[in-house]
């Protein structure tokens, strides 16, 4: 596969004009996935942009965006394609009220593929307007491993088996992006046939970057505070550290309240934007969140003054 992209350099910057801030790890990793062909299998903790990932890709290019989002239970006939069953009775009954005998006859109607429903792998593997999809496999580690076995086969040749039809190949591999939260661990075999790479949480000048390209109505000094707040409390035992999606809710929240700057009753009244779960909040409110607020307003100080310094 021809990589649509010159550099690394040019994949951050063409990323950046579609809204999505990233890091030369992670853009190494798309540069490579897209001139090898090899799938993206991106771990991290939720919320910190992973599926925004497969996204701002397919937004890039210009492809189709096909996402099977993975559960506990999921099994293959539900990840590629299952058939019409109301429609292949009107077939059969069709055939009762006409008197057709060939069993043949019937069961090649009744298993045409105008009665197959596709589902996202199948989808995939079919002729797409504008070239290969961008097929985001999202959450793998909440489905079984039977699944994921199935899946590495899948991916292996990029074609799957209908017992009626036969093998359905793709004509040209679309581009997958397999995400895990890793609630378990993804098994090495899929790992291997992978590009990997941890998304962390942003530093605190890619944060102010995300927000400004995100959350563009917050003031830049309200922006700094949101920033510089969360980087501090990321560092508290929490039961869920927030990522990228809730510091956009939060920020978003602040100005929808008309807020300018941090204070810490603006905070206690808006941590349900922040963090979700009440053993948390309950621990952030009242002089906790004005303690990491003061920290967080320090470290804002000490970089103004590291500004002046190198200018």
Request: proline share 3%; with cysteine.
């Given at each position: 596969?021809t990589?649509p992209?010159?550099?690394?350099?040019?994949?951050?910057t063409?990323?950046a004009?579609?809204?999505?801030?990233?890091?030369?790890?992670?853009?190494?990793?798309i540069?490579?996935?897209l001139?090898?062909?090899r799938?993206?299998?991106l771990?991290?903790?939720a919320?910190?942009?992973?599926t925004?990932?497969?996204?701002?890709?397919?937004?890039?290019?210009?492809?189709r965006?096909?996402?099977l989002?993975?559960?506990?239970g999921?099994?293959?006939?539900?990840?590629?394609?299952?058939?019409?069953?109301?429609?292949?009775m009107?077939?059969?009954?069709?055939?009762e009220?006409t008197?057709q005998?060939?069993?043949d006859?019937i069961a090649?109607?009744v298993?045409?593929?105008k009665h197959?429903?596709?589902?996202?792998?199948?989808?995939a593997?079919q002729?797409?307007e504008?070239?290969?999809?961008?097929?985001l496999?999202?959450?793998?580690?909440r489905a079984?491993e039977p699944?994921e076995?199935f899946?590495l086969?899948a991916?292996?040749d990029f074609q799957v088996?209908i017992?009626?039809?036969g093998?359905?190949?793709?004509?040209?591999p679309p581009?997958?992006v397999?995400t895990s939260?890793?609630?378990?661990e993804?098994?090495?075999?899929?790992?291997?046939r992978?590009l990997?790479?941890?998304v962390?949480y942003p530093?605190?000048d890619?944060?102010?970057?995300?927000?400004a390209?995100?959350?563009?109505?917050?003031?830049?000094t309200?922006?700094?505070?949101?920033a510089a707040f969360?980087?501090r409390?990321r560092?508290?035992?929490?039961?869920?550290s927030p990522?990228?999606?809730?510091?956009?809710?939060w920020?978003r929240a602040?100005?929808a309240l008309d807020a300018?700057a941090?204070?810490p009753?603006?905070?206690s009244?808006t941590l349900?934007?922040?963090?979700?779960?009440?053993?948390d909040i309950?621990r952030?409110?009242?002089?906790?969140?004005?303690k990491?607020l003061?920290?967080?307003r320090?470290?804002l100080a000490?970089?103004?003054?590291?500004?002046?310094?190198?200018?």
């Open positions: 596969m990589a992209f010159a550099t690394i350099d040019d994949v951050q063409r990323l004009e579609v809204d999505y801030v990233c890091g030369r790890g992670l853009a190494t990793v540069f490579l996935a001139k090898l062909g799938p993206i299998f771990e991290g903790e919320g910190v942009g992973k925004e990932v497969a996204k701002a890709i397919a937004a890039l290019l210009g492809r965006l096909i996402r989002q993975c559960y506990e999921l099994d293959a006939s539900s990840a590629v394609y299952e058939w019409n069953y109301a429609a292949q009107m077939e059969i009954r069709l055939a009220a008197g005998a060939d069993r006859a090649a109607d298993f045409a593929e197959l429903i596709a589902r996202p792998l199948l989808e593997m002729p797409q504008g070239g290969p999809p961008v097929l496999i999202d959450e793998l580690d079984d699944f076995a899946l086969e991916l292996s088996t017992p009626e039809i093998v359905v190949k793709a004509p040209a581009v997958v397999i939260n890793r609630t378990r993804v098994h090495d075999a899929l790992r291997r992978c990997y790479h941890w962390d530093d605190f890619r944060e102010m970057t995300i927000l390209a995100k959350a563009p109505e917050a003031s830049e309200l922006s700094r505070e949101v969360i980087r409390l560092d508290e035992d929490l039961f869920k990522g990228v999606a809730e510091t956009l809710d920020a602040l100005v300018v941090l204070d009753q603006t905070i009244d349900g934007a922040l963090l979700k779960y009440q053993d309950a952030i409110q009242g002089s906790e969140a004005t990491i003061d920290e967080a320090e470290d000490g970089r103004s003054t590291e500004a002046k310094g190198r200018a």
